[in-house]
Every structure is written in structure tokens, then in C-alpha cells.
């Protein structure tokens, strides 16, 4: 790990230091220097916080009372430092709607280092920093509308338990960003045990030094059951093949969890795949309001390759891609194929056990597969809104009218709602019973677009209590809460359609 000597930058403003020395590290800098750049963040000007998460601080040990001071402020507009470590940029390349797009990299986030807090240790990683050595032809900026929307995405995902990075801070400035209209600048500042993706191996698939030494510190940080051999003569191939049926079971899982939230990831490129199953890199994703199959939520994706229905295969390519990389450790191609094989077994496992629970069913049966399609079907044909499908249904016991509100052709539901209270006459669960268990798994308040826009609009003239309340509604989406009955609603047919593109 290097420290660096001094740093300009360094926290200059009195009171007690965010973190001590001996909490923070940058394990990521053990690795070559070929596998990132030491390149300091480009502060924001008159930068402001607009919101700090309280319970990701509290994962660094951070109180509210730091979270207000300047030395905050500082680490998370790109101004100040974590003590002694230096930040660094990372290289990785990847495939971008399915074609080899070749180096890549953090072309606008700057890994600030590592902190050790009571459950491990999160890599602290700002984004919209500024230019890298891997900015190509970007700016190294990105614009306070796309920071609201991972900032408050991250949020809503940690609420509905689907892995992911988290937001720590989210930090506006009024310096201009040009895209298709000036806009300003923002810092999102996201904590993950680590931001190793797909892409990282990817780009070391052409040497084996580099990926052998990839692959030890994945191993050792996070994957230490996947290691082969004794530790001084590691069976690389043996570890690098248990590591990718590791990754190809986490992804699996995650691509369950998305499907059952309505959520649509937007650019499922390599690249923004997490080597630890979580969701990375919110741009233009969205949770679907009227359920279509074929949703595509990232207006840039006019072929409709990450439409919500083709994300369990598109990551089951991916995962291809990257145990393709794995070839350069000596893996024999048939391990690999194995290694990969549990992908359609693990998603569907997790997916019918989670449809099963929110259809409030004690199991899941092989023939309730009929049901399932059928559910689909009939949401899809209805465009009836996805979540409060599911929300609704518990109640359809004492009065079903609610959830047949959703559906236009209330023949056609009351059809599907037959065949559902007869398979629940086998479940011997109380009504009162599974309304409960079922209001745990369907949630009433999901981020829809229209919701994070009025966040965005009111944090664009210095107001971020939309985020806040934003922030508090998505902690915890399962519970009623009296005043937001707006909320759980689908945007008014009046409301514009928000369009949302890579532009961020
Ligand atoms: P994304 O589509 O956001 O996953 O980004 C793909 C690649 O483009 C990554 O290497 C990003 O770091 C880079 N990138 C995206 N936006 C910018 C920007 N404004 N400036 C520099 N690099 C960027
Ligand atoms: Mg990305």
C-alpha cells in the first residue's frame, strides 16, 4: 500500500480527523501499478452536501455530527483526502451492447481508499471527480440529475434487500456541465466492499501475470472459499473456476431479485457488472410503472438489448465474457462451461421462491408455473402497474376490488384471480398471516422515475428535502406511511414521460 508523504489537499480545516490513519488502507494499490493511475479528483467549486446517508456513514462509523463537517464536505467533493492514501483510477475495458469496446476505466471516479468499519472494510469512490487517465473523450463530470438518480437508486435498492453499492454522499455544485443542455455538476461518493467488475478481468484476458494477480486479490479480499491449492503454490486454474461459479450463482440470484422488483438495469454492459453480485453503476435504469415484458428503459438502447425480459440471459453472456478472460490462467474451456452451468438452475430457484412468497404462497410448486405465466400475460397485456400488482393481491381475500382497479379488462383478471384463490385454498396459511408475510416482500413505494424527477427538479434550485424524503419513504418501502398515499401511485396520465438516456 503506498502512503503518500503529504497531500495539498489534505483536510486543513480544524476538528478531529473523519477517520483515523489505522482504519484506512487502499488494498486496491497492492495490486501492479499497470492496474490503475495515482490521479487526484478535480474538486467541485462552491460545492454543497445535498444529502449524507446516515446508514452508510454509520458503516464507516461515522456520526451525524460528522457528517456536517467541512472535513466531510472536503472527502466528498473531491477536496479532501483519506489520511496518507492517495486516491487512484482504475483500468478495466468491457463489452458495451455486445461489442468489444476495448479500454475502459474510471473515466470519472477516483477510489479515495478503504475504511475498515464494525462490519469489514468498504472502498470509499467518488463519481463525477473529474478526468483520468481513462476518460477517453468524456469530460471526467457528471451532472447533478444522474448523481440524484444513483444516489437515491442506491437507496431504494438496499431498502428492497437487492445487493448493492451504496450512496454515502451526494454533493452539487453550480460549476456547468455541458450535455444535450448546460447543466452542473455533482459528486456522488458510493461505498461497496469492492468496485472490481467484470470489465477488470476483461481487460488482463491477454496476460496471464496481471490476471493471476487479479485473481489472488479478489481471492484473498472476498472469495477466500473459492481458493485451490496450498498457499504458497495456488492452483490458479482450479481457484479461477470455483470463483466464476461463485460470481455465476451471486449474478444469478441479483437477476432474480431484479426481475421480481420490476427493476431495469438500462446498460448491462460488462463493465457494470459486479465481480460481487451487486447492482453497479445507476444511469438510465428504471422501475417499471405499467408492466410491459419487453420494457426498455434507456431510450439510448433502441435495439432493446437490455429490455427487462432479456436481462437474466444478457448476464448469463456476460458471465461468459468474463470466463472467457479466465482462458489466460491455463482453465481448461470445459471447467468453465461448468462453472457456468448452475446460472438457469440458481435464477430460477431464487425467482420461484420469490414469486412464491409475494404471491404469498407457502412454496412454489412445478405447476404453478402456469399461474406465474399467466400472471405475466396478464399484466402485460393490461400494462397494469407492476408493483402494485403485487401489493394489492394481498388483499384481494376481504376485497378484491382494489387490485381489479388495476386491470382495464376486469374480466380478464378476475379469470387469473380464480385460479389464484383456488391454489391458496391448498395453502393453510391465515388471510391476516399472509397478508403480513406478503406486505414484507411487495413493497408499496418503489423509485419511479417521476418520483426521483421531482427530487431532481427541487435539488436543482438548492432543495434537497425531496431527497430527504425520498431517502427516508425507500429505507424502508415495505411500510405504510399516512401522507404518502401519492407516492405508491403511478405517475397521473398527465405527467410527462421522463425520458431517460446514457446522457449523464
Ligand atoms: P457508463 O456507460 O457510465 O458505464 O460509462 C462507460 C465508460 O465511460 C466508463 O469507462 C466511464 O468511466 C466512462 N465515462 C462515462 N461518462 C464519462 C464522462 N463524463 N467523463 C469521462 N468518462 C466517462
Ligand atoms: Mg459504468
Not at 131 to 145: E, F, H, I, N, Q
Amino acid at each position: 500500500m503506498h502512503r503518500a508523504d503529504s497531500s495539498p489537499h489534505a483536510p486543513a480545516v480544524g476538528g478531529a480527523p473523519l477517520f483515523a490513519p489505522s482504519a484506512v488502507g487502499c488494498a486496491f494499490a497492492d495490486l501492479p501499478t499497470s492496474f490503475y493511475t495515482r490521479v487526484a479528483p478535480r474538486p467541485l467549486t462552491d460545492s454543497w452536501l445535498a444529502h449524507a446517508n446516515p446508514d452508510a456513514a454509520g458503516l464507516l462509523e461515522l456520526d451525524a455530527a460528522a457528517l456536517r463537517t467541512p472535513e466531510f464536505l472536503a472527502l466528498c467533493s473531491g477536496a479532501g483526502r483519506l489520511p496518507g492514501i492517495d486516491p487512484v483510477a482504475t483500468v478495466y475495458s468491457g463489452h458495451q451492447f455486445g461489442v468489444w469496446a476495448g479500454q475502459l476505466g474510471d473515466g470519472r471516479a477516483h477510489l479515495l481508499g478503504d475504511v475498515r468499519g464494525p462490519q469489514g472494510r468498504w472502498e470509499v469512490q467518488l463519481k463525477g471527480s473529474g478526468r483520468t487517465p481513462y476518460s477517453r473523450m468524456g469530460d471526467g463530470w457528471a451532472v447533478l440529475r444522474s448523481s440524484v438518480r444513483e444516489y437515491l437508486a442506491s437507496q431504494a435498492m438496499a431498502g428492497l434487500g437487492v445487493p448493492t453499492t451504496l450512496a454515502l454522499a451526494l454533493t452539487a455544485s453550480s460549476d456547468p456541465v455541458i450535455r444535450e443542455t448546460q447543466e452542473t455538476a455533482a459528486v456522488v461518493t458510493r461505498l461497496a466492499p469492492s468496485f472490481v467488475r467484470f470489465g477488470h478481468f476483461e481487460h488482463w484476458a491477454r496476460s496471464a501475470t496481471e490476471q493471476a494477480a487479479l485473481l489472488d486479490h479478489v481471492v484473498e479480499h472476498w472469495f477466500q472459499d473459492c481458493r485451490e491449492g496450498p498457499a504458497d503454490r495456488p492452483d490458479r486454474p482450479a481457484t479461477a473456476c470455483r470463483l466464476l461459479e461463485e460470481v455465476t450463482r451471486r449474478t444469478a440470484r441479483l437477476m432474480a431479485q431484479w426481475q421480481l422488483v420490476g427493476f431495469c438495469h438500462g446498460v448491462m454492459n460488462t463493465d457494470n457488472m459486479s465481480i460481487l453480485g451487486l447492482t453497479l453503476d445507476y444511469g438510465p435504469y428504471g422501475f417499471m410503472d405499467a408492466f410491459q415484458a419487453n420494457h426498455v428503459c434507456n431510450h439510448s438502447d433502441t435495439l432493446g438489448r437490455y429490455a427487462w425480459n432479456a436481462q437474466p440471459a444478457v448476464a448469463q453472456w456476460n458471465l461468459t465474457r468474463l470466463a472467457e478472460s479466465l482462458l489466460v490462467l491455463g482453465c481448461a474451456a470445459p471447467d468453465l462451461e461448468a462453472a457456468l452451468a448452475p446460472f438457469e438452475r440458481t435464477f430460477l430457484q431464487a425467482y420461484h421462491a420469490g414469486l412464491a412468497q409475494k404471491f404469498g404462497f407457502a412454496d412454489w410448486r412445478p405447476q404453478d408455473a402456469d399461474l406465474g405465466d399467466a400472471w405475466w400475460a396478464l399484466l402485460h397485456a393490461q400494462r397494469a402497474d407492476f408493483t402494485l400488482a403485487f401489493r394489492r393481491l394481498a388483499d384481494v381475500g376481504a376485497d378484491a376490488q382494489p387490485w381489479l382497479d388495476l386491470f382495464a379488462d376486469a374480466g380478464a383478471a378476475r379469470q387469473w384471480l380464480d385460479r389464484y384463490r383456488a391454489r391458496l385454498t391448498d395453502d393453510p396459511r391465515p388471510q391476516a398471516q399472509r397478508k403480513a408475510a406478503m406486505d414484507r416482500v411487495n413493497p408499496l413505494y418503489v423509485l419511479r422515475n417521476h418520483l426521483a424527477q421531482q427530487a431532481i427538479e427541487a435539488a436543482g434550485q438548492g432543495d434537497s428535502s425531496e431527497i430527504d424524503r425520498l431517502m427516508a419513504l425507500l429505507r424502508d418501502p415495505y411500510a405504510w406511511r399516512p401522507g404518502h398515499e401519492a407516492d405508491a401511485r403511478p405517475p397521473a396520465p398527465d405527467v410527462p414521460v421522463v425520458a431517460v438516456s446514457c446522457s449523464s
